[in-house]
């Protein structure tokens, strides 16, 4: 139930206001501004790799190209902000598989270990399932590298 606060009190909304926010949340959800505005940018940062001398970070030329294509097509099919995916670039790609690959190959962390009940719950579970957490982390790991990359540093302009 949604409230609201009129002169320091917390009220309940009425059915009229929950209905306007419903229609506010929806009409938000398919605006394809913020989603246009991030692909911009993302267009703005990676303008230095058509520069034909400059030093590629992470992938090949054609990987970057590919990338700022995908770029000028993903809103083709944008549908809903709260569902829509930008295409990764290839330094994001790489920061994720890298963070990935490490945490599968490193395991879990005793605090990792702890958080699943400690060691003797970790020793308790089957292989199978040992992979599975640890598969878990992985991911996690590599959605914290993949948020965490940025773009190359073009040395253009620095309020790009």
């Known amino acids: 139930m949604a409230v609201k ?35 911009d940018h ?11 001398d400059f030093p590629i970070p992470t992938g090949t030329k054609e990987e970057w190209l590919a990338y ?3 770029l000028r097509v993903c809103l ?7 569902t829509f995916k930008h295409p990764k670039s290839p330094i994001i790609k790489k920061a994720g598989e890298d963070a990935y690959n490490a945490k599968i ?3 879990p962390t005793d605090e990792e270990k ?4 400690g060691d003797e719950a970790w020793d308790s579970l089957t292989d199978e399932e040992k992979a599975s957490e640890t ?23 620095p309020l790009l």
């Open 42 to 52: 993302a267009l703005r940062k990676t303008d230095c790799i058509l520069l034909e």
């Open 5 to 39: 606060v009129v002169n320091g009190e917390v009220v309940p909304l009425t059915e009229e206001e929950e209905a306007q926010l419903v229609v506010r949340a929806e009409r938000a959800d398919g605006n394809i501004t913020g989603a246009k505005m991030t692909r």
């Open 76 to 82: 083709e099919t944008f549908e809903f902000a709260s």
């Open 135 to 157: 598969e878990k982390f992985a991911l996690q790991y590599k959605e914290d590298a993949e948020r965490a990359a940025g773009y190359p540093d073009c040395g253009l302009n």
């Open 114 to 117: 702890a958080s699943r009940g």
């Open 68 to 70: 700022r294509q995908e």
């Open 105 to 107: 190959a490193s395991g």
